[in-house]
């Protein structure tokens, strides 16, 4: 079964400075994708930055980038910078294969339950 | 690009009725994804779609959920009789398959309250 651990609930950052995020994830699957996605109090989901695991460059995405030590099954999201705009719900999510009768195919996203990020003036 | 469009925004409606929430993704995904978001639960994935084609409705709660694609364009997600406990936001998402990095492009979700 896919896993996505996120640990920390809830999330405090002072304006201006950087803030790590955690996930780790359980897989036995070689192939598959890391997400971030941010949910701001309105309700949407935005995509914030993705990694392959076959990647072996860090993702990065503008003030976004993501920690990936794929022996320890981690991608930690590290916000460069935070801004009063940053404070929302993040969500880390796995995308791995589904396997059937046919075949593999892209499955579906396994996703933690949220770190609520609150940045502060 | 309109993105992901769902309808209604908002939905009322009182236990045992039927509700039907309806997606329509951004032209040209071949992948079409339901999910439901709650406080106790979380995000979890109910259906998903590949060209049209159910790939894998594990999510899917019970015989009271059923889920159709009947084109590229259009999907629905009902729930006939609707519970107090079906009360969620219902995401709609979509993606191209053979993008490099497979991003779902959420829709602005359906908040359903079932009285």
């Known amino acids: 079964a896919q896993k996505i651990t996120q640990t920390q609930p809830g999330m405090f950052v002072q304006e201006k400075e950087a803030v790590t995020l955690d996930c780790t994830y359980d897989?036995?699957?070689?192939?598959?994708?890391l997400f971030w996605y941010k949910q701001p109090s309105s309700g949407e989901m935005i995509f914030l930055i993705y990694?392959?695991?076959?990647?072996?460059q860090n993702a990065t995405e503008g003030r976004y980038s993501l920690n990936f030590q794929k022996a320890r099954k981690s991608a930690n999201l590290v916000i460069s910078a935070s801004q009063l705009g940053d404070s929302a719900m993040y969500f880390c999510a796995m995308r791995a294969l589904l396997y059937t009768d046919r075949g593999s195919t892209l499955g579906r996203l396994y996703f933690g339950r949220g770190t609520q990020l609150t940045v502060w003036p | 690009d309109a993105g992901v469009i769902q309808s209604p925004r908002h939905e009322v409606t009182e236990m045992g009725q039927e509700v039907t929430l309806r997606c329509k993704p951004i032209s040209g995904h071949n992948s079409l994804f339901w999910y439901r978001q709650t406080m106790m639960r979380g995000l979890e994935l109910l259906i998903y779609?590949?060209?049209?084609?159910?790939?894998?409705d594990s999510g899917m709660p019970e015989d009271r959920f059923s889920a159709k694609m009947p084109n590229a364009s259009f999907s629905t997600l009902k729930i006939q009789p609707s519970e107090p406990r079906d009360s969620a936001v219902y995401f709609c998402?979509?993606?191209?398959?053979?993008?490099?990095?497979?991003?779902?492009?959420f829709g602005p979700g359906t908040r359903l309250t079932v009285l």
């Open positions: 998402a979509s993606s191209f398959r053979g993008a490099n990095n497979n991003e779902q492009f």
């Open positions: 779609f590949n060209n049209n084609v159910p790939i894998d």
């Open positions: 897989t036995s699957d070689q192939s598959y994708g």
């Open positions: 990694q392959g695991s076959y990647d072996e």
